[in-house]
């Protein structure tokens, strides 16, 4: 994995934590977030598994959904698309020539994440929890 692909991935730090009620994923209170589980993924290639630390991302992030902002340890990345359901809630952005989405799901905190570009993708788990 390149520095460029590490620093991307750390500057978005897509990632998650815990859990709580319902209503608190429904994207009206903020979130922080803990990445526990990572993939690195290369077309033609089977996933590797890692960990957030190895791939870049940061222990934590903070979703501020009024800001429609993920703000990470190092930099902030904007949100452009906002879409919520029942089930989830998902973002979506781009940022330093890659697209990243985030999946929250609405009972649990539970998240999922990817970071992609045209050489593969990165898969973050994780669990959310409001601030």
Known sequence: M??????????LGLAV?????????????????APVEALDCSAG???EKSTPDEV??????RIDFQKKIVRGTKRDSPVS???KSESDTLLLGTE???GWTVAI??????????????????????YCTPL
Do not use: H, W
């Not at 934590?17 to 977030?33: M, N, Q, T, Y």
């Not at 799901?105 to 994780?126: I, K």
């Open 45 to 47: 290639e089977a996933c």
């Open 81 to 83: 698309v906002i879409e």
């Open 56 to 61: 870049g991302a940061p222990a934590f992030l």
């Open 96 to 98: 330093l020539g890659y």
């Open 105 to 126: 799901d609405a009972q649990s905190g539970r998240m999922s994440a990817t970071l992609t570009d045209n050489e593969g993708v990165f898969v973050l788990f994780g």
């Open 17 to 33: 934590a815990g859990s709580a009620v319902g209503a608190d994923f429904d994207g009206s209170k903020p979130l922080i977030c």
């Open 2 to 11: 390149t520095i460029s692909v590490r620093m991307a991935v750390a500057a």
